[in-house]
């Protein structure tokens, strides 16, 4: 467990909120070779291996047509992460930023995404090349890679409005 104690010079721990229920669905749960965060590489990359998004029912059938893109976009939840630390000191150099400023899996709503090369699918199996993120990390979503994703949506007047 993971005290507001273990903190390195320069950052700050606070107290958290009491917690509420937002009402997230784990669609599924993705394998990665990487078992400790020292394993995992701090960016996925898309000549990395293949993991697996596992896709559980009800979920499953929503699957369909998402092998139209060549990349993804998926959403996971940090699940082994900490979360009362806003002020953090990368790589111990005594540099400190703020949570907000950093793509560390450390935050307060530890949601991670990844864009991922898609490999193919096997029935409820997503294979992906680009993860950067535990074994059996819980799935929260999988999304085209907006640059991929056509048609784009009709303009609207609040569009075009500037400050």
Known sequence: MVTKTDVREGELAVDLPKASNASLYFIGRIRTPWTSRDMTPRQGRQDGPVCRLEVFEPWVPALKGVDFYSNLEVIYWLHQSRRDLVL?????NRNTRGAFSLRSPVRPNP???SIVKLVGVE????LVRGLDCLDETPLLDIKPDR??????AQ???GDFEAE
């Open 123 to 126: 029935g409820n199996v997503v």
């Open 147 to 152: 640059c991929e994703f056509t048609p784009l």
């Open 88 to 92: 953090q000191s990368p790589k111990n």
């Open 155 to 157: 303009p609207h007047p």
């Open 111 to 113: 949601i991670g995404t």
